[in-house]
């Protein structure tokens, strides 16, 4: 369970940085590119990355 937590929380850490910087046009080449809306998502997206991976890590000290 610590495991996946972590992985899953980073790849969609990752997927929300991407997805911030196609919203706020950093990213060009996708429809995505300068919408609003990829960039408050990719924010959501990032911030429950960074709670899985504080989760998993709080639940392997937990179980050591």
Excluded: D, E, H, P
């Excluded at 997927?15 to 429809?31: D, E």
């Amino acid at each position: 369970m610590k495991a996946a937590a972590i992985v899953f929380g980073v790849l969609l850490a990752l997927l929300g940085a991407v997805w911030i910087g196609q919203g706020l046009g950093y990213i060009k080449g996708s429809f995505m590119t300068g919408s609003a809306f990829w960039g408050w998502t990719g924010a959501v997206c990032l911030v429950v990355g960074l709670l899985l991976i504080g989760g998993g890590l709080k639940l392997g000290r937990r179980a050591s």
